[in-house]
């Protein structure tokens, strides 16, 4: 069913910034430009959130929940058949995410976008893995000719790594590897007994891999306000804490401190204004959720931070004389090169021989082996290009472990905790690809008169040929751990839901950096090539995908776009 919309015209509001999104990037945008000084105004699709107040199943216990904290059930299937497909999701949760039923797009091939829908996006409900991109992760595509050239480097990050860690806090261990550099860290979370026999053994029989502790955006001591983790393990439901890094618990609160922020939540983007004499982008229109009024905030500076789709959503549905084809789109790249990592794969085994060991607490945070593949002579492979990483942890089996028996039996297995398992699970690079893309559908918009996303998406054959090494690399470190049992996996069957892309929720691309305007819609501080004044800093603007979690640099390349922006502001340039 199409929606028509009626255009209401407003009185245009004045403001110094205008930024799209409250999520990652948002938040951090608004940081920085209320902090140096501009009138910022927030633009969020999703409904208010109160820190603390907002999160009102924090503490609940899934036996309070009607459906015991299902993921399952006819109204999910109805309302959330997408979003309850991300581990994320229950009835614990159910309230941050976006309805798909309202909010409707095209999977021309399986690809699963996640979605928040409340101030702080996403935010609230990321994983909190903090890895820096390494020297060869900008270098990649100039190197093996996949993709184009990125225009900045990693000496040109590096000092807005630091910036953004510094005021994030990042806990982590310090390791001196060059495919994932160390970072400003507080002190580290405790590897279990189980992880640290396996890291043990990898260091004993790889001399080109480390096993080490997640690096996670979690607080291990006080920071910046904000308390310490208190391992209650619930942390998808809101940290009342602020131990976890969100827009809600640091971003924003350190934007309102100025004095200078506008946060108007219910607000859908609608497109970005073009004025033609200018040369510039002038306004913002946007529909009111409540009323489903159009109206119009104008603002001198534009940054976009809706996430890699929602920004290509909203610059290819602002269209003009100028540019007929999508805002800033003289390339014809826009919408193209999307990517995510692909994961699902890997392999799990038992550890014998520390039955008497157990582990205490709900540490949010797991394991991680950085990139070994491709980082030299000695590791190059010939069938494939880049590499991957991996994620996991230990952990004992519980009493919903398989268990045989009747009568006394079961129920004295069941007392027992079952054998300690370790897992590997992979996170591999895409490569950037032309026919992976997103396209305005030409008949169907949602309910605010936005046309709706249709996605074409899948992995390519260097991603299937890498998810071998994948599953076979892991399965050689629990063999040299000692682990028996093993069993590799591999989740992905071309057409079938399990492991698709976004199901990562890393998307990038669609919107990418690059030195030259006729292959690329950013330049090197995040700015549109054709539209000065307009800042693109969410995944939209990745040029390739590394391995790595990609939220630390999102974050990095803001609050660097966001100086350079108010640079270029007092230098009259914009």
Request: aromatic residues 10%; proline residues 4%.
């Amino acid at each position: 069913m199409t929606h028509k919309r009626v255009y209401i015209a407003r009185a245009a509001e004045e403001h110094d910034a205008i930024v799209i999104g409250s999520g990652i990037t948002g938040g951090y945008a608004a940081k920085e430009l209320c902090e140096l000084g501009l009138r910022t105004l927030v633009l969020e699709r999703g409904r208010s959130v109160e820190h603390g107040t907002g999160y009102v199943t924090e503490h609940r216990n899934s036996w309070e929940f009607p459906a015991r904290n299902s993921q399952d059930g006819r109204r999910y299937k109805a309302l959330f058949d997408v979003q309850r497909r991300t581990y994320a999701f229950g009835e614990h949760t159910e309230h941050f995410f976006i309805n798909d039923a309202e909010n409707p797009y095209v999977e021309v091939k399986p690809f699963t976008w996640i979605r928040a829908d409340v101030v702080g996006g996403r935010s609230l409900l990321w994983g909190r893995q903090c890895y820096r991109w390494g020297a060869m992760d900008f270098e990649s595509n100039a190197v093996d000719g996949f993709g184009v050239d990125w225009p900045i480097r990693y000496e040109d990050i590096a000092p807005w790594y630091d910036y953004v860690e510094s005021f994030v806090g990042i806990s982590g261990q310090k390791e001196g590897i060059a495919s994932c550099p160390d970072g400003m860290f507080l002190p580290p979370m405790a590897l279990n007994r189980g992880e640290t026999v396996v890291r043990d053994a990898i260091a004993r029989t790889f001399d080109d891999r480390v096993l080490t502790i997640g690096r996670t955006a979690v607080l291990t001591k006080p920071h910046n306000g904000r308390a310490p983790c208190h391992y209650c393990g619930v942390c998808h439901r809101g940290c009342t804490p602020g131990a976890y890094f969100s827009s809600l618990s640091a971003t924003l609160p350190a934007a309102e401190a100025t004095g200078r922020l506008t946060l108007q939540p219910e607000s859908v983007v609608h497109s970005i204004v073009y004025d033609n004499d200018k040369g510039r982008a002038t306004a913002v229109r946007y529909v009111d959720r409540t009323t489903k009024e159009m109206r119009e905030a104008r603002g001198t500076l534009i940054f976009l931070c809706a996430s890699a789709l929602a920004s290509a959503q909203i610059l290819l549905n602002s269209v003009s004389d100028r540019f007929p084809n999508g805002f800033a789109n003289d390339s014809g790249t826009l919408g193209r090169y999307l990517m995510d990592h692909h994961f699902e794969v890997g392999a799990v085994g038992e550890i014998p021989g520390i039955e008497d060991r157990y582990y205490r607490g709900r540490r949010p945070n797991g394991i991680y082996v950085p990139r070994f593949r491709n980082v030299s002579q000695a590791t190059k492979r010939t069938d494939y290009v880049r590499g991957f990483g991996y994620q996991g942890g230990a952990s004992r089996l519980g009493w919903n472990r398989p268990i045989r028996g009747f009568g006394g039996d079961l129920k004295r297995a069941l007392r027992d905790a079952g054998p300690w398992v370790m897992r590997f699970g992979g996170y591999g690079e895409t490569l950037p690809s032309y026919d992976n893309y997103v396209e305005l559908d030409k008949t169907e918009t949602d309910v605010y008169g936005l046309p709706i996303l249709r996605l074409h998406c899948d992995w390519g054959e260097n991603e299937r040929i890498m998810r071998k090494d994948m599953a076979d690399s892991a399965a050689e470190m629990l063999e040299a751990a000692g682990c028996r049992d093993i069993r590799t996996f591999d989740h992905y069957t071309e057409g079938a839901l399990g492991a698709e892309p976004g199901l990562g929720i890393h998307e990038m691309g669609t919107a990418r950096m690059g030195h030259d305007p006729n292959t690329s819609v950013l330049n090197g501080y995040n700015q549109c090539h054709a539209v000065p004044n307009v800042f693109v800093t969410d995944g939209a603007c990745m040029t390739s995908s590394a391995v790595q979690n990609p939220s630390i640099t999102y974050m990095a390349l803001t609050a660097r776009a966001a100086h350079h922006a108010v640079g270029e502001l007092k230098r009259k340039n914009l």
